[in-house]
């Protein structure tokens, strides 16, 4: 009856020691997704639409110092360019305060902002040439 008693005990310990494991929350395909590829990540940012487009490309041309314009003095012309990319043409805003000919609302430069990641192109250092390069 000992021997009975014994090894019931060992089984409930094995299976209270598989249950616990079990229940640690990490298994060999958890602990492989912590060495997972960067492409398996989800993307860093979202841009969902032309009004965070626009937030993100503001935020970027005065950060990089593309323009001394103020915002008041910029219009924003986004546009989604296909399924992946948004598009924000920069402009001139002319009249009050920023003066100008207020016939004319000249270009100064384009973003492209992809909408999975955020990242972000401009050819505001060759607008006329339009070759776009990577920007934050």
Not at 7 to 13: G, K, N, T
Not at 89 to 109: Q, Y
């Amino acid at each position: 009856m000992s021997l009975r008693r014994t090894l019931s005990r060992a089984i409930v310990a094995m299976l209270l020691v598989a249950a616990a494991s079990a229940c640690s929350g990490q298994d060999d395909s958890e602990k492989a997704g912590a060495n997972a590829p960067q492409s398996e990540l989800p993307p860093p940012l979202v841009v969902p639409d032309e009004a965070a487009a626009v937030a993100r490309v503001s935020a970027s041309l005065h950060k990089n110092k593309f323009t001394t314009l103020t915002d008041d003095c910029l219009s924003y012309i986004p546009y989604e360019a296909d399924a992946q990319n948004f598009v924000v043409d920069v402009h001139e805003r002319h009249g009050g305060a920023c003066g100008g000919d207020l016939a004319t609302s000249p270009r100064l430069f384009t973003y492209q902002v992809v909408k999975a990641s955020g990242a972000m192109q401009t050819d505001a250092t060759d607008p006329p040439a339009g070759l776009f390069h990577k920007v934050d």
